[in-house]
Structures are given as C-alpha cells and as structure tokens.
C-alpha cells in the first residue's frame, strides 16, 4: 500500500464461513487476532482497516462492506500524553516489549 493513501476502517459481513476464509487471505489489517463474530442471519461480521477503494471494492454477492468516515475514526485518536511522561501505567492486555534496545523493532 502506498504511504500516501488514506486507511480506514470498515465492518465487513460474509454470508458464510468460506466467504471469511476468502476474507481473512486479502491484504488487509485485521489487527493482531482477527475476531469474527456470528450475525443473526448466520454470517460472520469482521473489522478490518484498509484502502477505501479496496474495502468498498469487497462488496458483492455475499459481502457488504460499511466503511466508517475517516473523521470518526481520528474523533477517538487522543492527543497528548496519556502516560504523562511514564507516571501513569498502561492498563489492557499489552504486553511489555522486551527491553532489547532496538525499540520494541526485534518482536
């Protein structure tokens, strides 16, 4: 992908559990453990980020593709330092880079 372009998110629903295996072999980033979950009418629904024109491009029989306006997703991007320096600690299921000095770039 070209620095250039812009990524965005996308929801994007399958019909079927082949459908989602097709899905999850494109080039796209589905984070670092895709997570599909099951519809009500039985499909799967996964988030992924990409190229707007190659997100919208998936839609067809069997995939629909909503993708979300840029500006939503740079609405939920803080700014400044949420660890004020290193005084507050990080809370979630991260895990500690190794303190190798290469900057976490060695993992």
Known sequence: MASSQVR???RITV???GLLRELLTRPLDFGCMPGPSRTESG???VM???DEAELRAL???GVEVVVDAVGEVA???GVGDRFDGGRVVPRGFGVKAPASGDGGAGR
């Open 75 to 77: 609405a939920e991007v």
């Open 43 to 45: 499909g799967f629904l």
């Open 8 to 10: 965005t998110g996308a």
């Open 15 to 17: 019909r079927d559990e």
């Open 48 to 50: 992924a980020i990409g």
């Open 59 to 61: 839609a067809g029989d």
